[in-house]
């Protein structure tokens, strides 16, 4: 019988004992047995504005402290369906580009060679790219539903084509992604000009910005998610700042205007059935977060993705 992997019971061990993992799970490096492992990449060189969430991974694990493993908005029971552990941190090299990419894109293959679902903790949102790639180099193009007040399809900061707000244009031109059939939700704050929105159309994504968003249920947001993705595998990427400010104050390029906590849960909950093969959630920074409120959406906001990876595995049928 294959091992499986669960977090440690509160009953037995009070929740404010032990090293910080993400939902008290254990800290194993295996991609044998396991549907999910949470993975840190502590890389802030892409940033423009505000740096620091190299700490991310660090402040979500530690408020991931106080989750557990009924999810009744899923109706889903994680564990009964699920075996996953936190992987700990990729290795980075701060302040080099290239050099990060190439060693997280390295890193993460032999995760999904095991068709293992990384749940990946930023750093800022250059990070994504890497992602990808080590996405289609192992599944092919994919399908991107992106949360985010940006659209991070820009072409170059001071000439330099790597940063965490050109990330989708990349990933567009190199192939890693179908642009066609995916989707940029949440666009929103000032502008330099009305083609930093339009970039993103003429590079093929569906964009639903928080005007419309704002005037959509929740079920139409899915209903669009999938007529856009069909039955391509998919990719989902979190940008923390999709919250607004109030309830995420912890962020680099914070835009008011947003949306609150319960938004973000009922939306990501839209995605269950898809054929998700990875996720990240980026842009937390511990450093302007003094109270901890956008490192517990962060850590909420993660959980509801491994939920919908035990609910895709419950409706395949697989205990």
Known sequence: MAKK??????????RFTGVKTFMRLPHVRTEEDIDFA???VPFDTGGSFAVGTRFGPEAVRSMSALLRPYNPGLDIDIFQYCSGVDYGDLAVNPGYMEDSYQWIEEQLASLLQYQVVPILIGGDHSVSLPHL???????????LVHFDSHGDTWDSYFGKKYTHGTV???AAEEGLVDPGRSIQIGMRGSLYGPDDLKDGEDLGYRIITTDQLKRMT???????????VGDNRVFVSFDIDFLDPVYAPGTGTPEIGGFTTYDAQQYVRQLTGLDIVGFDLVEVLPDRDPARVTSMAAANIAYEFISLVAWRKREKGAD
């Open 5 to 14: 992997y669960a977090p440690i019971d509160s009953q037995q061990s009070p």
């Open 38 to 40: 949470v993975v840190g």
């Open 133 to 143: 790639r080590a996405m289609a180099k192992q599944y092919g193009k994919v399908s």
């Open 168 to 170: 989708f244009r990349r």
């Open 218 to 228: 929740p079920t139409e947001l899915g209903e669009e998610i999938r007529k856009r």
